[in-house]
């Protein structure tokens, strides 16, 4: 069983910054990429930020100069700095994980999402 605990969300006025971060654990042996998404209200979840193991990173196009993902891959967690914050990134985030189990099992897993509220 894998699990994914992410931390950090909040309440923060347009222009301020949340730190956001996961952790992976359980029957882990390898992660090939970690990320996070986001829902808006009424919204599809859309990716906010992706880490691979050769330290690509990708964003979303609204993101971009704002945001920074980082992992560390000996701990197994990622970090999602984000700043200048707008009303526009009031969303649900998720932690994901592409991993491969103890078992051999290859697995798309998601943390229970923590709320960023960007208002006044």
């Known amino acids: 069983q894998v699990q994914l605990v992410e931390s950090g969300g909040g309440l923060v006025q347009p222009g301020g910054s949340l730190r956001l971060s996961c952790a992976a654990s359980?029957?882990?042996?390898?992660?090939?990429?970690m990320g996070w998404y986001r829902q808006a209200l009424g919204k599809e979840r859309e990716l906010v930020a992706r880490v691979l193991n050769d330290g690509r990173t990708s964003y979303a196009d609204s993101v971009k100069g704002r945001f920074t993902i980082s992992r560390n891959m000996a701990k197994n967690t990622v970090v999602l700095q984000m700043d200048t914050l707008e009303p526009e990134d009031t969303a649900i985030y998720y932690c994901?994980?592409?991993?491969?189990?103890?078992?051999?099992?290859?697995?798309?897993?998601w943390g229970e999402g923590t709320q960023v509220t960007v208002s006044l």
């Open positions: 994901n994980a592409r991993l491969t189990t103890t078992g051999a099992w290859n697995m798309n897993s």
């Open positions: 359980g029957s882990v042996s390898s992660i090939n990429a």
